[in-house]
């Protein structure tokens, strides 16, 4: 949880920044208010990027990572910012030419230096920036049906995610292993990106008076980031079930996310009605991450699994006691026995090892017990919470499931 907390530290630079950004438009009447906070950004930018371009080359092997973690999500949304706010450096620099050609000089000269140093950090000082501004400029332009209809879909999909319903066990037996962790962070980002986008504009519709929309935009942008939460809570209790205390960074992608998006969105409406709804997302978002993170890490997965057994056994003794046989497979529980199973949470994926005939029928799980990394072989087991009669074969999936477990560590 250390690298969890150091992460809210965060905050600090975030909220310097824009605290300082607010200062420097405060006048509504200076027409200089653009051109200030422009010289704020590029300045914050040349001050952070001036370190790592110094001392690359020992980033990743010093405390330098400390530091990197602290200031990375100001750097990445100054970055953005910047790109966002391309038309009016270009008026500005066709006014001072000289000033701003300097600039913007400084910040790829750093950026330069950096990726001679460590190509991996300048990555980060580079993709990033351009991949979230990207995906703001085009979310910027739907409509708001568009924008409302897109936000609800990626909202369902967070809480089917958040349920472990979007998980498919085979995508972690073969090369399209990665399409489900792409998926997670795109999700991420559309998430955080649409909910904040539905917090301004609900603020702004606030003041304008559009009731009823304004309250479907913070309903729907409430939604999305319970759906973020939820699936941020899912992977504490993964951890958790899993002992994988190397993966305990996980959330930090959410919290890193939820400040630069806030930044995005006050930074670009530092004068209006919009500022204390951007501010607040700032500020709320990565307390919410952090404290769903660390109740998901609370629970207790193996009590969870054992509680979900014994509904599945349930289900299949009201099956047998209706019909004179045990189901040949849980498929024949839904929907007349029960409307969903929910799989056993001792990894991503897991599912339920289930053998059934006329007068027997067995139900498990595999469990991993350790994870390889710290100095110990893996170790898992199956375990079964339900049996009747005695099978025909000792041979049954659970056999595939285990190997598959020792495979993948559960995540």
């Given at each position: 949880?250390?690298?969890i907390?150091?992460?809210?530290l965060?905050l ?6 824009l605290?300082?950004g607010i ?11 653009m051109?200030r906070?422009?010289l ?6 040349i001050?952070l ?15 330098w ?7 990375l ?6 970055l953005a910012l910047l790109i966002?706010l391309?038309?009016e ?17 400084a ?16 990555l980060?000082?580079?993709f990033l920036p ?14 708001v ?10 909202a369902v999909y967070l ?5 472990g319903?979007?998980?498919?066990p085979?995508?972690?037996l073969?090369?399209?292993r990665?399409?489900y962790?792409?998926l ?6 559309l998430?955080l990106s649409?909910?904040?986008?539905l917090v301004?504009?609900g603020a702004?519709?606030?003041v304008?008076?559009g009731?009823g929309?304004t309250?479907v935009h ?9 759906g ?7 992977q504490?209790?993964?951890v958790?079930?899993?002992?994988r205390?190397?993966?305990?960074h996980?959330?930090?992608?959410a919290?890193?996310?939820g400040?630069?998006i806030g930044?995005l969105?006050t ?5 209006d009605?919009?500022?204390i709804?951007g501010?607040?997302y700032?500020?709320?978002?990565p307390?919410i991450?952090v404290?769903?993170?660390?109740l998901?890490?609370q629970r ?8 979900r ?5 349930q289900a299949?003794?009201?099956y ?5 046989q045990?189901?040949?497979?849980l498929?024949d529980?839904?929907p007349?026995y029960?409307t969903?199973?929910l799989g056993?949470?001792?990894?991503r994926?897991q599912r ?11 139900l498990g799980?595999v469990?991993y017990l ?11 087991e199956?375990?079964i ?7 025909p ?12 477990i ?6």
């Amino acid at each position: 949880m250390l690298i969890i907390l150091l992460s809210l530290l965060s905050l600090i630079p975030a909220l310097a920044l824009l605290i300082i950004g607010i200062w420097v438009t405060h006048q509504e009447e200076n027409q200089q208010h653009m051109r200030r906070w422009l010289l704020v950004l590029f300045g914050a930018s040349i001050i952070l990027l001036l370190p790592f371009a110094a001392f690359a080359r020992s980033i990743r092997t010093g405390s330098w990572e400390v530091a990197l973690l602290l200031v990375l999500p100001s750097l990445v949304a100054v970055l953005a910012l910047l790109i966002l706010l391309w038309r009016e450096i270009l008026a500005q620099w066709q006014v001072e030419r000289g000033l701003f050609t300097a600039l913007l000089a400084a910040v790829l000269v750093l950026i330069g230096l950096i990726t001679l140093g460590d190509a991996y950090i300048a990555l980060l000082f580079s993709f990033l920036p351009v991949l979230l501004a990207g995906i703001w400029a085009l979310l910027g332009r739907l409509k708001v049906g568009a924008l409302l209809a897109f936000s609800a879909l990626v909202a369902v999909y967070l809480w089917l995610e958040a349920f472990g319903a979007v998980e498919n066990p085979q995508v972690y037996l073969d090369e399209s292993r990665a399409i489900y962790p792409l998926l997670n962070v795109l999700a991420l980002l559309l998430g955080l990106s649409l909910s904040a986008m539905l917090v301004v504009n609900g603020a702004k519709l606030r003041v304008s008076g559009g009731r009823g929309k304004t309250t479907v935009h913070f309903v729907l942008a409430g939604l999305t980031l319970l759906g973020l939460a939820a699936t941020v809570y899912r992977q504490g209790m993964l951890v958790r079930a899993t002992m994988r205390a190397a993966e305990d960074h996980l959330p930090v992608g959410a919290i890193f996310g939820g400040l630069v998006i806030g930044l995005l969105v006050t930074g670009l409406n530092l004068k209006d009605e919009r500022r204390i709804a951007g501010l607040s997302y700032t500020v709320l978002v990565p307390i919410i991450m952090v404290a769903a993170f660390a109740l998901g890490l609370q629970r207790q997965p193996l009590v969870l699994t054992e509680t979900r057994a014994e509904r599945v056994a349930q289900a299949v003794e009201r099956y047998h006691q209706e019909r004179g046989q045990y189901p040949s497979q849980l498929g024949d529980l839904t929907p007349s026995y029960m409307t969903y199973i929910l799989g056993p949470f001792t990894g991503r994926g897991q599912r339920w090892c289930y053998q059934g005939g006329e007068d027997f029928y067995r139900l498990g799980y595999v469990v991993y017990l350790r994870y390889p990394g710290m100095g110990f072989d893996p170790l898992s087991e199956i375990r079964i919470p339900a049996a009747r009669g005695v099978p025909p074969s000792p041979a049954w999936m659970c056999d595939a499931e285990l190997e598959r477990i020792r495979l993948t560590g559960g995540l």
